[in-house]
């Protein structure tokens, strides 16, 4: 199976979902649990910079996160974190490239994320098994053009771009999908974007003019 980078078109879509008062809370649990790592992990380099700055120790750097002690929620966190590896590998890259921006411009360290009444986390399609990559046949996966199954959210019904999601399911085109986008607005309006790609352009090329 090809990876996302090796495929010849890739393509974007930004659909709005409707999510049950369960899934909601299970997407403020996966939003929370991000926060929790990243922030973890800008903690444990601000920890390490000023244990090499005052006080020359290196302990810490062995540590995958430095954590106070848990309260309750906290601990339920953790746990979404440790049952969640593409949550837990999509937030350590978003950590990671916050670095890369910043060795690039020269400003703008990772610093903590604060609570916001819009949520958005991350977390990938996998095709475990599979020998070809369609839109119905990985761990996020479109039921039909009027539905989609997401990790850990299960089921959910959504509106837009169901030409295209239409076509290429009833033709059984290939076509990837790579990181998947949870959002939620500030005016409580859900909305998932999806990276697709395939060998197999999505737009018809538009014919050749005499200019």
């Known amino acids: 199976m090809k990876r996302m980078s090796s495929l010849a078109c890739h393509f974007g879509i930004k659909l709005r979902f409707y999510p049950s008062s369960k899934q909601k809370k299970i997407i403020k649990l996966n939003y929370d649990a991000q926060r929790f790592v990243y922030n973890s992990y800008v903690g444990r380099n601000r920890t390490n910079y000023h244990a090499r700055r005052f006080l020359a120790s290196r302990q ?72 070809e990559a369609y839109l119905d046949n990985g761990t996020a996966k479109f039921i039909d053009d009027k539905h989609v199954k997401l990790p850990k959210l299960g089921v959910v019904r959504i509106a837009g771009f169901r030409k295209l999601i239409e076509a290429r399911l009833l033709n059984h085109i290939p076509t990837r999908i790579g990181t998947v986008t949870i959002k939620k607005t500030a005016d409580n309006q859900f909305y998932l974007s999806m990276q697709l790609g395939s060998d197999v352009s999505f737009v018809k090329d538009l014919p050749k003019t005499q200019s």
């Open 60 to 131: 810490c750097q062995a540590m995958p996160f430095v954590f106070s002690a848990l309260n309750r929620y906290e601990t339920e966190l953790a746990e979404t974190v440790a049952a969640n590896n593409e949550l837990l590998a999509n937030t350590i890259q978003n950590y990671q490239k916050a670095w890369n921006n910043y060795r690039k411009i020269g400003h703008g360290i990772p610093t903590f994320h604060k609570k916001r009444s819009d949520w958005s986390y991350q977390t990938n399609c996998q095709y475990p098994k599979q020998l």
